[in-house]
């Protein structure tokens, strides 16, 4: 299986800030690459698909890039809606792998 | 609008065999693949299982292949996931979730449905 790890696992930052969220990925996945948001409670949501598509509603702060084994999640200006945990997911291989998230919380 | 209602989740003894379902309602069912993702407790997501729209091809992660059999009633715009021989560490919230159309992204979620394996 492919395994996707993230970096940081934890991330602390503030309102304004920019932010990137790092994904590696085992081995070439191209560009077959998403990313999740889940909030507390809720279940997740897709901010951006192969690697670069906006998700339709999903503000423009968001952008992804990458491809091949790294990738990348930019968050250009948080915002207090922002604060959540993250998971990057390949399409490439089944099974589609999921990494281990990353929490973004408030300063 | 897209909706996706799971249901069957519950208390369940080790080794027991309950079923989810997934109502969806908002689009052709037909047209898209499915699939059930878990997260136990306090951890990530697991990607679990996929079913093909139409002829129903499948296919599953390491830790379920065998236990769990995912299937579709297209008639009914339901999703299925038959679970087997449960374990302790098959804890968690299964959600499950449809397609977008570019392929494979997952684009709806349901709220998701407790599993807990506990004797």
């Keep these: 299986d492919i395994q996707l790890t993230q970096s940081p696992s934890f991330l602390s930052a503030s309102v304004g800030d920019r932010v990137t969220i790092t ?14 948001q889940q909030k507390p409670g809720k279940a997740p949501k897709l901010l951006i698909y192969a690697t670069s598509t906006l998700q ?45 998230g990353t929490k973004l919380e408030i300063k | 609008e897209v909706q996706l209602v799971e249901s069957g989740g519950a208390l369940v003894q080790p080794g027991g065999s309950p079923r989810l379902s997934c109502a969806a309602s908002g689009f052709t069912f037909s047209n898209y693949a499915m699939y059930w993702v878990r997260q136990a407790p306090g951890k ?21 292949r065998g236990r769990f ?24 919230v299964y959600y499950c979730a449809k397609e977008n159309s570019y392929g494979g992204y997952l684009d709806y979620w349901g709220q998701g449905t407790l599993v807990t394996v506990s004797s």
């Excluded at chain 2, 990530?44 to 379920?64: F, K, N, R």
């Design chain 2, 44 to 64: 990530g997501l697991e990607w679990l299982s996929y079913i093909s729209g139409g002829v129903g091809s499948t296919y599953y992660a390491d830790s379920v």
């Design chain 2, 69 to 92: 059999t995912i299937s579709r009633d297209n008639s009914r715009n339901t999703l299925y996931l038959q679970m087997n021989s449960l374990r302790a560490e098959d804890t968690a």
């Design chain 1, 56 to 100: 339709s509603g999903v503000p423009s702060r968001f952008s992804g890039s990458g491809s091949g084994t790294e990738f990348t999640l930019t968050i250009s200006s948080l915002q207090p809606e922002d604060f959540a945990t993250y998971y990057c997911q390949q399409l490439n291989t089944y099974p589609h792998t999921f990494g281990q």
């Design chain 1, 23 to 36: 994904c590696r990925a085992s081995q070439d996945i191209s560009t077959y690459l998403a990313w999740y």
